[in-house]
């Protein structure tokens, strides 16, 4: 069956510190994968997405996230944490053929930010 | 661009009453609409798939008696909550998919926060 997983539900860093959070997902083929973040009480943003080529995609507010086709991985990552980052962040997965737009999404990673 | 809105942002209702939640896109036109309900701190959860002209798409356990959705253009649906109870308080999502852009993503409105007394 399709999936996403988030291994981490939960993580604190420092501010300042780099930051990588996990997604894998199991697909047929290989599908078209998103990062959306949530603030409290906000709708979903989305941070970035990745379609075809080049297996490193850059998002916003700094974010970037790789494609390991090897792994079944689409990890997000950002090189210095700033307090405004702490939200929940979703990983998210459609088919990349055809008309089915259906996500399956990850139970996402909630990602507090010490000062 | 590709913005999607929903009204009302929040909603409190007496338990019993039918509340019904706006969905529209407002620079692109949406064959496909998604609706999603996501409890405190927790995932998305698909309810069903709104289709233009057509019945909307209900995932399983969804009852679709109780979560009415309409369809009616190509930037409007709307999830009407019938006879409400206070367990279906929660938030509710609903996204659109770009119509013929080859754009294979969905656009999120920012949600709706049901309260049910």
């Known amino acids: 069956a399709q999936s996403v997983t988030q291994p981490d539900i939960h993580i604190t860093v420092s501010e300042g510190a780099s930051l990588e959070l996990r997604c894998n997902y199991s697909y047929g083929a290989t599908p078209y994968l998103f990062w959306y973040v949530q603030s409290p009480g906000q709708g979903l943003q989305l941070l970035l997405k990745y379609f075809s080529g080049d297996t490193l995609v850059q998002g916003i507010k700094g974010f970037e996230a790789e494609f390991k086709r090897s792994q079944s991985s689409f990890n997000l990552r950002k090189p210095s944490v700033h307090w405004s980052d702490a939200a929940e962040y979703f990983c998210a997965a459609c088919p990349n053929a055809g008309n089915n737009r259906k996500l399956i999404w990850g139970l996402g990673t909630s990602l507090a930010v010490n000062p | ?117």
Request: aromatic share 10%; charged share 15%; with cysteine.
């Open chain 2, 1 to 117: 661009g590709a913005v999607v809105s929903q009204h009302p942002s929040w909603v409190i209702c007496k338990s019993g009453t039918s509340v019904k939640i706006e969905c529209r896109s407002l620079d692109f036109q949406a064959t496909t609409m998604f609706w999603y309900r996501q409890f405190p701190k927790q995932s998305l959860m698909l309810m069903a798939t709104s289709n233009e002209g057509s019945k909307a798409t209900y995932e399983q356990g969804v009852e679709k008696d109780k979560f009415l959705i309409n369809h009616a253009s190509l930037t409007l649906s709307t999830l009407t909550v019938t006879s409400a109870h206070p367990e279906d308080s929660s938030f509710y999502i609903c996204s659109a998919a770009p119509t013929g852009t080859g754009v294979n993503e969905q656009f999120f409105g920012p949600g709706t926060r049901l309260t049910v007394l």
